[in-house]
């Protein structure tokens, strides 16, 4: 078991969730106070995504990251930033018989460095990379993540001195992280986020992640998270099976049946598993210091 877990907070994603929940934030102002609240709440760090304001859809604008980056960095508060970089692999073929053209209204292809845009300009401790491509829920969206985009984002991310996080969706992401280090093309500590009970990647059960985390490469930092009902049980999971937790409305919106939760909500509950434990739950200066991030800009 991990003795000392950090805890992340993914405020608010790219699904269609505010349909289901309206308290999931939206504007710059909103990601951002709900980063401040988790933050206070017991989160080292803050994954962000950020939405259109008027529609409330995923996007990847970068003056909608600045502003939600610039109000946490002006916060009384600490915690470290971590932006995806997973926009802009999305692709969603035609249905049945015509696959093609492909849809528009989800669509959305575009080059390593136009994926790497907001986290050169804003320079976060901590972006995500990942790993793979792979049948996505339902329907014909496909998340597009070739090798050669890959190897191109993680050469440049190494440049900028961000940490990457290695999103493992499946097995064969874990190979290609593998294959990454093998290249030179990320630094240590080695810092992978399995990405449980997502359809249709690697499914939720303990086998699955322990088959996951017994293939890590040695002295890799990892967290663990499934979605749905079972992402506050797997703030137990994942610090039983050595490694650290990520909550947030991205993944799960409900605090207990019937429930919705708000972010700090669900960083608070996890927490108190983590501790109820025997657990420390880390700082954001701790994390840093065990993931040798460059520091706050």
Do not use: W
């Amino acid at each position: 078991m991990n003795q000392e877990v950090f805890i992340t907070c993914a405020v608010t994603g790219a699904g269609d969730t505010l349909s289901r929940h309206p308290g999931v934030p939206v504007t710059p102002k909103q990601i951002a106070d709900a980063s401040i609240e988790a933050a206070k709440a017991g989160a080292a760090i803050a994954h962000i995504h950020v939405r259109d304001p008027e529609t409330g859809k995923a996007a990847r604008r970068v003056e909608l990251y600045r502003e939600t980056v610039e109000r946490i960095r002006a916060a009384d508060v600490d915690v470290v930033v971590n932006l995806t970089a997973g926009m802009g692999g999305d692709v969603v073929f035609g249905p049945g018989e015509t696959p093609l053209p492909l849809d528009p209204r989800g669509t959305d292809m575009v080059g390593p460095t136009e994926r790497l845009a907001h986290v050169a300009e804003l320079m976060p401790e901590i972006c995500t990379l990942d790993c793979g491509t792979m049948n996505f829920a339902l329907g014909d969206y496909v998340m597009t993540n070739t090798p050669s985009t890959l190897r191109s984002m993680a050469r440049q991310v190494q440049a900028l001195g961000v940490r990457p996080e290695l999103e493992v969706f499946d097995t064969g992401h874990l190979v290609f992280v593998k294959q990454l280090v093998k290249e030179g093309l990320i630094d240590d500590p080695l810092m992978v986020q399995l990405c449980m009970g997502i359809p249709y990647g690697a499914p939720d059960d303990p086998l699955t992640l322990m088959a996951l985390v017994n293939q890590l490469p040695k002295g890799a930092v990892f967290s663990a998270f499934s979605i749905g009902r079972n992402q506050l049980p797997y703030a137990a999971m994942a610090a039983i099976a050595g490694g650290n937790v990520r909550v947030g409305l991205e993944d799960n919106l409900f605090l207990d049946r019937g429930v919705l939760a708000a972010n700090a909500q669900l960083v608070e509950r996890a927490a108190t598993i983590v501790t109820a434990m025997g657990a420390k739950v880390l700082s954001p200066s701790e994390v840093r210091g065990k993931l040798k991030l460059r520091g706050k800009a």
